[in-house]
């Protein structure tokens, strides 16, 4: 951040300033709104209009009336949008972090999640379970019901095949269906396990949406649970299909809802997956499957508005005050989406803390609900708001 006033420093800053000021991917000017618009700002705006970086004017103290009324003024400097902001209450910033992280978004576009916008992205897919609960008999019941086009494509790594299965108006890329038509059936126990945990992982790697295939017969076992942990840590998409539910249907009335209560306190970190029961072998809700990937992308790469977000804030912690290890008395100052994919967030506070365990967990889970991240996971950091000037 750069700044201006008639100080006899003025100068120095400037020059000192330069360097950092030809690095910068976003700048922002911060003027004093009590000041009004001074010589001094016109020369440092002359100067950093020349540059190629985008500018973000911030007019600061403007819970001052005074300053508040002067915001016009500084539109005279020509940057677009002009911020009113008050660092010491916090009022605007929230807005002004939205566009730092907006404009950065934009001049990273190719090298970040980004890459993923426009008409031809696809959708990357991993299906992965233990061998035998019927990935191969999926993928080929997908292709085959949902009459599309199909095409083989080498795949990044030597044998691995990719598979472009097209829905709506959707691609999804099947990844690694190679890996998958070579299941270690051979092996003997513990050997099976290891290695299709490692093509799960190389799978999970290059998706955005995993489906973890469980057998309806069998049950969720440990492996499940460890390739779980791994998309969680990925910060993949997951939904749960359960297959073969053709063999169980006769099981009686309870029998479903059992099933799915063992299997979710067996997987109890993902709590938040969609879970289906679906059959490869008769198609039976086969096409719901392509909806839930289809919607967990979406939420995946949801991105809440600021202000949004910070309703959300105001009414979640009136009615639920932070809970942090320390004692000292700890406020959601305001909160800011910074990325997507997963969605992750900064909530700021008054003090250096973390949040107690479950109030973190408190927070996700609200998050999730209102503003419907199905599948995804979340990530959440607490930062201090920075002091004046800082
Ligand atoms: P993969 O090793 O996970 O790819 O599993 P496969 O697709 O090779 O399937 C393993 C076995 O389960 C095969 O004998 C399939 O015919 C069978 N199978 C797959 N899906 C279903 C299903 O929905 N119902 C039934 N009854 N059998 C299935």
Do not use: C
Not at 45 to 67: E, G
Not at 143 to 152: K, P
Not at 363 to 370: A, G, K, M, S, T
């Amino acid at each position: 951040m750069f700044g201006a006033s008639e100080d006899p420093l003025h100068q120095l800053v400037l020059e000192h300033g330069q360097r950092a000021l030809h690095h910068a991917d976003v700048l922002v000017l911060v003027v004093d709104g009590r000041d009004g618009l001074v010589p001094g700002d016109r020369a440092v705006a002359k100067v950093i209009r020349s540059l190629d970086s985008p500018v973000l004017l911030a007019v600061n103290k403007t819970d001052d009336r005074r300053a508040a009324a002067a915001v016009d003024e500084f539109h005279e400097l020509g940057f677009e949008p002009v911020f009113p902001i008050s660092a010491e209450h916090g009022t605007g910033v929230a807005e002004l972090l939205d566009e730092i992280v907006k404009r950065l978004k934009e001049r990273h576009r190719t090298d970040g999640e980004e890459a993923h916008a426009g008409e031809a992205a696809e959708l990357g897919i991993a299906i992965v379970g233990r061998p035998n609960v019927g990935k191969s008999s999926l993928v080929n019941r997908l292709l085959r019901e949902e009459r599309m086009l199909v095409s083989d494509m080498p795949g990044t790594t030597r044998d691995a095949v990719d598979t472009i299965l097209r829905w709506h108006r959707r691609a999804f890329r099947i990844v690694d269906t190679a890996g998958m038509r070579r299941p270690g059936r051979v092996a003997r126990s513990g050997k099976v396990e290891a290695v299709s945990v490692l093509a799960a992982r190389r799978a999970i790697e290059q998706a955005d949406v995993v489906v973890l295939v469980v057998d309806a017969v069998e049950g969720a076992t440990d492996q499940d649970g460890s390739i779980a942990g791994e998309v969680e840590q990925a910060g993949r998409g997951i939904v749960i299909a359960v297959n073969k539910w053709d063999l169980v249907k006769g099981q009686g009335p309870d029998f479903s809802a059992d099933f799915d209560d063992k299997l979710r306190f067996q997987l109890k970190f993902l709590e938040y997956a969609p879970l289906i029961h679906l059959s490869a072998r008769t198609g039976e809700r086969t096409p719901k499957l392509l909806e839930l990937i289809d919607t967990v992308a979406e939420a995946r790469r949801t991105r809440v508005k600021t202000p949004e977000l910070n309703r959300f804030v105001e009414e979640v912690t009136a009615r639920n005050p932070p809970v942090s290890p320390g004692s000292r008395h700890v406020r959601i100052l305001y909160a800011t989406q910074t990325g997507i994919a997963p969605p992750t967030f900064i909530f700021f506070t008054n003090v250096a803390t973390k949040f107690h365990f479950s109030y973190e967990r408190f927070l996700v889970n609200q998050l999730r609900e209102r503003f419907n991240f199905v599948g995804t996971p979340i990530r959440l950091q607490v930062r201090r708001r920075k002091a004046r000037g800082a």
